[in-house]
Structure formats: structure tokens, C-alpha cells
């Protein structure tokens, strides 16, 4: 299976690159690329250096170009496709209809990845995909379980990718306005979720709360570390019900679930964090691709190097088990 | 300017369902009415007897009637549901992408607020394959609904009112709340008919949720910006089911449109049944989707 590695700056694509990333998948900087946060992704000059190096080395780069085209503007989206494919891309990550049509249109030769945004979540519409835009690979919404994932690769041609570790959506991904309900700022259109210009931290009543555009988040002891107001991972009400409504302050870890996913039939094992330092990603990078070789030489996995990494401590398999719904 | 009654989002026991349908079709200034279940596939068998009543009275009335097909569409029983969806004969409203594999060539469709049509290049890629008429997704500004209705690519529709439909996942959160998995939910969002709240700590209104889907707290009401959209060249505006005081929310909108009433009456008059007790629009503007620009 190939280990796909977030690269947010050049220095963390040389490191993923270093720590044995079979691919690393990176954005320009600016909103075509659903990590669009301050100080992050690639100039033009930048990525084709990126994917030089990346190539001497005998790894594969990744474009994401998955934000939705802004009616108006689409030809920033369609430069940066042209752009991917000059700095010498492997692939570009897509998931607007219009994008997919234009760059199968335009460039028959570069190699489109559905992105996770576009939240194909069965095997008809990943075959929709497949044959209206010649989408060789789908990385999958975290909404399934492993023994879907399963059934899904016996019912399609082309390769899957999930995510096994790091940040973890609870919605269908590509499929959710909560952010800009709240902020006017959202993944699909601003590729920015519960983004920090709207953050804001008050001291009241002895605790620290934590905000978003002026909503209360998490609630915590003054002293006690405070989690980022992700807006699907707060402290709500409900009815006679307090607590984590939509989904704890945890993140992804699937590690125990890479041998299942190797019988699903899965081609590539994906890591979320391109905001993430390239210190952390050399570390996840290198403890995946070993686990990854012990489950292909039939070993037992590597005991877990990976928890003091996870979010506020907390690591959840997600979707892939059942019970997770 | 005419008006669709989107599909119910919520989980109503069958006479209620029955009820609301026979009164749309007998009372309702509206053109068309898009049936069937969006959220969640379980719902379904509790009233699905009743469809064909609902179709036959609401076509007798002149309505033109789509049947939606599920916002979020994973198992083989939901794919199925969906290919027996195109086979019932009438317009599919497509709310996840996916039933497009099940519409032959060139056949006719409607496109719903779940999918993403963001721009020109999708909204005609959509119109070449056959979309007769696209709700947009309610995060759009008002100015990228103008760019899209002045491509003429096809009819474009803004949704005007109801709880906003923010996110669809895996999880069922009513079965959440209830400490149950989503397999075993025992149907508690019937609890629920205009969703269920959820608040912040500090007792701000948030969101509420229905099942597998997350709405906003506050009920959208397009009425302020009824100019706006009429120069953006919408076709249409759609009007998302609530428990109470339905038909006269359809009469009121038709009044607005046809010049009877102001957008500040009908604000004034429809606050009492709105779920969540409070408006918002801030979608429009490009602001944060939860603010209001009117007065009450």
C-alpha cells in the first residue's frame, strides 16, 4: 500500500519525502485548496522544486486543487490545474464537476484523483466519476466502515485511499456549511474550517472559554489545556443533555485497522495535517511506513508510537467501525 | 417568481405527513412540490404507502411534482431505493450525485440544494446532462447567484425558507443523544418534527439536529432580499417544510411576490411558527450564514 503524506511547506514535503512518504499531496497558496491557512502550501517556484526533489527521491506529488470554483472566478482554479501540471505533478486532487469536466478536457494526460470533498460515497458514484471524468483514484469520505470500503472496491475499477491518522470531520466532507454559517468562512469556498481570525478566548466566571464568531465552543478549567474551537467538536446543550453533541475533541487513528484495510483492497493509506509542523510529519510519517511494511511482510504491527501525537490526547477509529454512527 | 416546497427534511408520523401533503396540494400557491425522503432511509417504509395518494392529489391540483432522492446515499438498500426512484417515472431531484449513474442518458432531472454547485463550469456541465432546474446550495452569496442565473444554462432556484441544511455524516446524532447506536435508534427523531435544538454552553441558540443531518438554529427567510434576487434573475424560491403553519407560509410568500405584503409583515407574521423562534440570511450578503438583515 502507498502512504500519502501532507506537505504544507517545502521543508515538512522533504521531510515526509525523507521519512519514507511513498506520495505527498500539497496545495498552492491561495483559496484553490481546501488548506488555506496563513503561512502554508507552495508558490509556483516552490512546488516545481518540490516535485523535483520529490522525484530524485522516488516519491510522488499530489496536487489538491479541491475548493469549489467561485461562480465569477473559475480561472484561478483552472491556472492552478495548468500550473500542477508544469511544476511536473503526478496528480492533481479534484472535486468541483466543473473542474473535473474542464481538466479532463483540457489536460487528458494528467492524472485526476477524486478528492474527499467530493464525498463519493458509493461505489455508483465513484463508477460516475470514473467514467464521465477518467478519475483513476477516489479517496473516500471518512463515513464508511472498513467492511463497506470492501464491498465498494469489488463494485469499481478504480483504486481508493483513506485516511488512517489526524484530523477527523464528523460530516461528509465537502458536504458542510457549518463553518461559514457560523464565520462566512468555509472549507468549500474559502478551503478554511473554524478559521483562527474568528477565534477568541475570554476568562469568565474563573474558566477559560473558547469562541468562534461569538459562540461559546468548550468551556474549561482556567488552568486546564483548552482544545481549538472546532465547531463539531464543542461542549453543547441539548434538550436535558450536555456534551460532545456531534463528536469528541478526538482525532483519527487507524493504525490497528491497516491490516483490514490492506484485505479491503484499499491502494493508499492517506495522513491528514498540512498545517501540522514538519517535525510531527516526519514522525507519523516514519511510524506508518513501518507499519505499513510489517503488514505487507505479514509481521505483527509496531506497538503505537503515535498517541502522544493525536489530538487533546484522545484517538478514535471513526466511521471505520460500526458502532462509531 | 414561483415556489417549491422542498421535501420534508424532518421524521412525521404518517397521518401527520398525509395531512400536510393533501392540504399543500389543496390550499398551496405554489407550482411545484418535491416528495420523498432526504435524510435518512429508515424513515421511509412509515409512509411510504401514502406517496402515490400525495402524487396523484397534488398533480390533480396542477403541481408539478419531483421525488427527491437521499442527501447522503451509502448502502446497497439506499442504492436500490434510488434506482427504483428513476423508475417511478416522475422529475428525480438530486441531492447526492450519485443517482445521476441511475438516470439514462439525456433524461431529464432537477438538481437539489445538497449538491455543490458553486459555478458556471458545474451548473452547465449539469445543464448538458439533462438538469432542467437547479436549487442552489444556500452557503451561496447572492452574487455568485447572479453570475449563475445570468449563464441562462438553466432555471436557478434559492432556497427562501426553513432551517438551513448545514452538514449530513455518517452518524446519527438523535441516536447519539438518546445513547443509542444508529441501527438500534428506536426512530427518536420522530420526537422532533422541526429538529432538535442545540445550544452552547451559554445558552446561545446554535444548531439543531435531525437524525443524520445538522440544520441551523435559526430559520433562513429570503423575504428582505426578494429585489435582489428578482435582479439576479432566480426563477424560483424554495420553501422547506415545518410542522406549523405551513400553507400559510406559502400563502404569504406568494403575496410578497405578488406584491400584497411586505417582506417586514410577512417577517412579523410567520415568526411564531418559524423553527428556532429567530431569522437569519447572512448567506446572501457573504457574511456569517447565522445574521439577519431585517428587523425582527
Not at chain 1, 464508511?144 to 470492501?150: G, K, Q, R, Y
Not at chain 2, 446497497?76 to 441511475?102: F, I, P, Q, W, Y
Not at chain 2, 452552547?200 to 432580499?225: E, H, I, K, M, W
Not at chain 2, 412579523?268 to 445574521?291: K, M, W
Request: hydrophobic share 45%; glycine share 8%; charged share 20%.
Amino acid at each position: 500500500m502507498e502512504l500519502i503524506c501532507p506537505a504544507g511547506t517545502p521543508a515538512a514535503l522533504r521531510a515526509a519525502v525523507d521519512a519514507g512518504a511513498h506520495a505527498v499531496y500539497c496545495g498552492f497558496a491561495d483559496e484553490t485548496n481546501a488548506r488555506n491557512f496563513p503561512g502554508l502550501n507552495f508558490s509556483r517556484t516552490e512546488m516545481a522544486a518540490g516535485v523535483a526533489y520529490a522525484h530524485a527521491h522516488g516519491a510522488k506529488v499530489l496536487v489538491a486543487i479541491n475548493t469549489f470554483p467561485r461562480a465569477g472566478s473559475e480561472p484561478l482554479w483552472h491556472r492552478a490545474v495548468a500550473d500542477a501540471k508544469t511544476a511536473g505533478a503526478d496528480a492533481v486532487i479534484l472535486a468541483d464537476l466543473g473542474l473535473l469536466a474542464h481538466t479532463a478536457e483540457h489536460h487528458p494526460d494528467l492524472r485526476r484523483h477524486l478528492s474527499v470533498q467530493a464525498a463519493a460515497a458509493n461505489p455508483d458514484a465513484i463508477n460516475f466519476y470514473a467514467e464521465a471524468f477518467g478519475v483513476r483514484r477516489v479517496v473516500l469520505p471518512r463515513v464508511l466502515t472498513v467492511a463497506e470500503i470492501t464491498a465498494i472496491n469489488r463494485e469499481i475499477d478504480v483504486e481508493t485511499e483513506v485516511f488512517v491518522f489526524g484530523g477527523l470531520c464528523v460530516m461528509a466532507e465537502g458536504r458542510c456549511s457549518l463553518s461559514s454559517y457560523i464565520t462566512g468562512k468555509s472549507p468549500n469556498m474559502n478551503g478554511v474550517c473554524s478559521p483562527p481570525s474568528h477565534v477568541e478566548y475570554a476568562e469568565e466566571r474563573g474558566e477559560l472559554a473558547a469562541k468562534l464568531g461569538g459562540y461559546t465552543i468548550h468551556r474549561n478549567a482556567k488552568d486546564a489545556p483548552a482544545p481549538y474551537p472546532t465547531l463539531c467538536k464543542g461542549c453543547f446543550t441539548s434538550g436535558e443533555r450536555t456534551g460532545y453533541v456531534f463528536e469528541d475533541p478526538a482525532s483519527l487513528d487507524a493504525t490497528d485497522l491497516i491490516p483490514a484495510l490492506a484485505k479491503s483492497g484499499v491502494t493508499a493509506l492517506k495522513i491528514e495535517g498540512r498545517q501540522r509542523s514538519r517535525a510531527y510529519v516526519a514522525k507519523v510519517v516514519r511510524s506508518f511506513r513501518a507499519a505499513v511494511e510489517a503488514v505487507e511482510a505479514g509481521r505483527p504491527l509496531p506497538p503505537g508510537a503515535l498517541a502522544s501525537l493525536t489530538e487533546g490526547q484522545q484517538a478514535t477509529a471513526g466511521a471505520y467501525r460500526k458502532t462509531w454512527r | 417568481m414561483d415556489l417549491t416546497v422542498g421535501p420534508n427534511q424532518f421524521f412525521w408520523d404518517a397521518a401527520q405527513w398525509r395531512d400536510f401533503y393533501a392540504r399543500i396540494a389543496d390550499e398551496a400557491p405554489v407550482q411545484r412540490v418535491v416528495l420523498g425522503e432526504l435524510i435518512c432511509s429508515k424513515r421511509l417504509p412509515f409512509y411510504q404507502t401514502h406517496i402515490p395518494e400525495a402524487i396523484a392529489r397534488l398533480t390533480a391540483a396542477g403541481k408539478q411534482v419531483a421525488m427527491t432522492s437521499l442527501a447522503l446515499i451509502t448502502l446497497k438498500r439506499e442504492r436500490k431505493l434510488t434506482a427504483e426512484l428513476v423508475d417511478m417515472g416522475l422529475e428525480v431531484e438530486v441531492n447526492d450525485l450519485s443517482a445521476l449513474a441511475h438516470l439514462p442518458p439525456g433524461a431529464a432531472f432537477s438538481v437539489g440544494p445538497l449538491v455543490n454547485v458553486y459555478n458556471e463550469g458545474t451548473l452547465r456541465w449539469l445543464a448538458g446532462r439533462g438538469a432542467t432546474r437547479v436549487c442552489l446550495p444556500p452557503e451561496l452569496t447572492l452574487a455568485s447567484v447572479g453570475v449563475l442565473a445570468a449563464t441562462q444554462a438553466v432555471p436557478v432556484e434559492v432556497w427562501g425558507w426553513g432551517r438551513l441544511p448545514l452538514a449530513i455524516s455518517g452518524r446519527c446524532y438523535h441516536a447519539r443523544l438518546h445513547d443509542r447506536a444508529k441501527d438500534s435508534c428506536q426512530f427518536v427523531c420522530a420526537e422532533d418534527p422541526d429538529g432538535r435544538d442545540v445550544d452552547t454552553l451559554d445558552g446561545q441558540a446554535f444548531l439543531a439536529v435531525n437524525g443524520v443531518q445538522t440544520l441551523s438554529a435559526r430559520c433562513a427567510n429570503l423575504a428582505p432580499n426578494l429585489p435582489a434576487l428578482r435582479r439576479a434573475g432566480v426563477a424560483g424560491l424554495r420553501l422547506s417544510p415545518q410542522s406549523q403553519g405551513f400553507v400559510d407560509l406559502c400563502q404569504m410568500f406568494r403575496d410578497l411576490i405578488d406584491g400584497r405584503i411586505e417582506a417586514g409583515a410577512l417577517a412579523e407574521r410567520a415568526l411564531p411558527d418559524a423553527p428556532g423562534g429567530a431569522y437569519c440570511d447572512g448567506f446572501s450578503g457573504g457574511a456569517a450564514g447565522v445574521t439577519w438583515s431585517g428587523r425582527v
